[in-house]
């Protein structure tokens, strides 16, 4: 599966973005989704991951309650809706994709063998 990150951009404190990633090359559906970020000089870090539809979605406690994830099989799209953005929020987001993970280990990042190439997010003071 291919994967294609969009929506980035910069925005002010305490606004909304919605970042997209289409995939191209096989279905979602089968797949466990997740986005992780990066920000300047620090390790990519989870924030959120949907092991398969209508499953339990997860949240790192930092996005908890702010953010969403959102899968649509039929657009072959997952979505990161993110309100009440904070400057802590800035780093670069990617979307991931995987196969083979399991519930416990949806937040590592080393579970997931597919990833797009990063979205900015800017969140200004």
């Known amino acids: 599966v291919q994967l294609q990150a969009s929506g980035g951009g910069l925005v002010q404190a305490g606004g909304s973005l919605r970042l997209s990633c289409a995939a191209s090359?096989?279905?979602?559906?089968?797949?466990?989704l997740a986005w992780f970020r990066q920000a300047p000089g620090k390790e990519r870090e989870f924030v959120a991951a949907n092991r398969n539809s209508g499953g339990v979605r997860q949240y790192s406690d930092s996005v908890r309650g702010r953010f969403t994830i959102i899968r649509d099989n039929a657009k072959n799209t997952v979505y990161l809706q993110m309100n009440s953005l904070k400057v802590e929020d800035t780093a670069v987001y990617y979307c991931?994709?995987?196969?083979?993970?399991?519930?416990?280990?949806?937040?590592?990042?080393?579970?997931?063998?597919?990833w797009g190439q990063g979205t900015l997010v800017t969140v200004s003071s």
């Open positions: 090359g096989s279905t979602i559906s089968t797949y466990a």
């Open positions: 991931g994709a995987s196969r083979t993970v399991i519930a416990s280990t949806l937040s590592n990042r080393g579970a997931f063998a597919y």
